[in-house]
Every structure is written in structure tokens, then in C-alpha cells.
């Protein structure tokens, strides 16, 4: 007498099917969450970086001195970024400079044509980030999505991301007097 205790091929089918639906659910909702989470490590490093920043002002009385604009693009652990801010290492306020998360400009959703990539210049003087300064530095970065990120800001100015009118790019800031 055969058994009746098996699955019939539609019964595997169906399985299998819906095994399919969850995993491509799943790719969709990691796919949206990641460049999220490498924002939220973009303005942490960059918080960090701020604070180390303004401690190695009050320790020296100056910021360390870029001569221009200084970047590196994302994955450069040796760029122009990391070298002009290496006196924060030698001054033990970091054990390493930030290096921007996300390698593959290409792939970087509205990151255009900058890329992921950290830029540093100081001293700068004009208006930044909506803060007026002088001989100050400023920090800036590319976002994958464009929206608001609270930067470290212990006096209140509005350093964050977008253009301060409507928030149409993801470019974000924070700068210092």
C-alpha cells in the first residue's frame, strides 16, 4: 500500500515560491537600509572629527593647517584628508582619522559626480554651513540620501545637510570659528 505522507510537487512549488518572495523582500529592505546606516557612520566620524577638531584648537590655538581644500574619496585610507588632520593622531584625540565608508562612487545613490568623499580645509574664512566664521575650519561630506542629519553643534547653528533652502543636495557640513 503506498504511503499518502508526501508532498505532491505543486506543494513544493508553492514552498519554494514563497521562500522566493521573502528573500527578494528582504534584499529590497536591506538595499534601502544600508546607505542609511553609512550616513549614520558619516555624521558620527564627522562629530568625532568636530570634537577632536575644537580640542586641538583650545589645546593649540590653532586648527591644523590644510592650504586648501583636502579630500579623499571613499575607501582612501591615505589621502590628502588624512594626512592634513594626522596631527590630531600625534596629539592623542584619535586613534585613527575617519575613512569615508562607502568606496564605489559609482554606486553611491545622488552622490553625483564628488563621489563619497571626506573634505577638510582650514583656516577658512566666510560664511559655511549657515555660521559665519574666521580663520576657522570646516568639515564636509557627501550623503547618499538627502535629508537633514543633526551635525555636532554645541552653539546651535544650523550645520547639516542640504543647502539651508529646501534641502536639495547631500552635501552636509559642519563648520567652526
Keep these: 500500500m503506498p504511503s499518502s505522507r508526501s508532498f505532491t510537487l505543486i506543494e513544493l512549488l508553492i514552498v519554494v515560491a514563497i521562500i522566493g518572495i521573502l528573500a527578494a523582500l528582504i534584499i529590497v529592505s536591506l538595499n534601502l537600509v544600508l546607505p542609511k546606516a553609512r550616513d549614520a557612520q558619516r ?12 580640542t586641538y584648537f583650545i589645546n593649540t590655538g590653532s586648527y ?22 594626522q596631527p590630531l593622531i600625534t596629539a592623542n584625540l584619535m586613534s585613527a582619522i575617519p575613512v569615508e565608508p562607502y568606496a564605489a562612487a559609482a ?5 553625483g559626480d564628488q563621489g563619497g568623499e571626506y573634505d577638510y580645509q582650514a583656516p577658512l574664512t566666510g560664511t ?24 555636532y553643534d554645541p552653539s546651535g547653528s544650523p ?10 543636495d547631500n552635501r552636509c557640513c559642519i563648520a567652526r570659528d
Design 43 to 54: 555624521v558620527a566620524a564627522m562629530n568625532e572629527l568636530a570634537k577632536a577638531l575644537d
Design 64 to 85: 591644523p593647517n590644510s592650504s586648501g581644500w583636502c579630500n579623499s574619496a571613499g575607501g582612501q585610507t591615505n589621502g590628502c584628508f588624512q594626512q592634513k588632520l
Design 107 to 111: 554606486q553611491c545613490a545622488g552622490c
Design 128 to 151: 559655511f554651513c549657515g555660521t559665519t566664521i574666521t580663520n576657522g575650519y570646516l568639515l564636509a561630506w557627501t550623503a547618499e540620501n538627502v535629508q537633514k542629519f543633526p551635525a
Design 159 to 168: 550645520n547639516q545637510c542640504g543647502n539651508g533652502s529646501g534641502n536639495t
